[in-house]
């Protein structure tokens, strides 16, 4: 039997920097990291091909299909494709498709891997709600907006920063109301404010507290 899997879940509004911490701590830890929002982007950009129709057995077969290195892909971040998933990601059939997915490399991450770290809406109280560390990311709106800005400018994307801006907010909506899997605030959450913290002071933050839990639970 393979030895209990340490897990941490972080989740977050648009653009919070969830995505760079889960990956720091991923290294630094020798943990799976998985960025779930670009699953949900995936489909949107699958979506947007197919004329805007959802078709659940295409949708099922492409997440089956899907390798990290899929992920990996740039153009996933257009201000497009992440309003096309806001909106797929309201829908309960594709999260059952999507969660599938995310909950069997939540269990079982590849071997060489001693635990998991994922980003996203609902990691903390649906993938993972036993989660050994559970982190609520944030920042003010405005500060979101100008990173994502300056991100989305470096690869080369055609946008202003007021599109983005309102991108995020729209995004914010969607994700805090829907029915299904909104976005909320576990009670046994870390709420992180990372508004006024740079990426090194934030890692610390969650290095810390990973620590700690691992050196209680061997
Ligand atoms: O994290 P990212 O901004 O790439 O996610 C894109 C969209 O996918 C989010 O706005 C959200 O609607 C959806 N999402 C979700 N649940 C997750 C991850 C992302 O609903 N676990």
Do not use: W
Request: glycine fraction near 4%.
């Amino acid at each position: 039997m393979r030895k209990k899997i340490f897990q941490v879940a972080i989740d977050s509004p648009a653009a919070s920097g969830a995505g760079t911490q889960a990956k720091l701590i991923s290294k630094y830890f020798n943990f799976y990291y998985l960025d779930t929002g670009k699953l949900y982007r995936i489909l949107g950009k699958l979506f947007i091909k197919n004329n805007k129709k959802i078709n659940y057995s295409l949708f099922k077969k492409k997440i089956k299909s899907t390798k990290p290195f899929h992920l990996k892909n740039k153009n996933l971040l257009s201000n497009e494709i992440g309003i096309t998933s806001a909106f797929l990601a309201k829908n309960k059939k594709i999260r059952v498709l999507v969660n599938e997915y995310q909950k069997k490399i939540a269990r079982n991450p590849p071997r060489k891997f001693k635990g998991v770290c994922f980003d996203g809406r609902d990691i903390t109280y649906a993938i993972m709600p036993k989660a050994d560390v559970k982190i609520f990311m944030t920042a003010n709106v405005k500060i979101r907006a100008k990173r994502r800005y300056l991100e989305l400018k470096k690869l080369g994307h055609k946008i202003t920063l007021n599109e983005v801006l309102l991108n995020i907010k729209k995004r914010d909506k969607s994700d805090f109301t829907r029915k299904v899997s909104p976005l909320k605030i576990c009670d046994d959450a870390i709420i992180i404010d990372n508004s006024k913290l740079n990426i090194k002071q934030c890692f610390k933050i969650i290095k810390n507290e990973v620590e700690k839990t691992l050196k209680r639970s061997s």
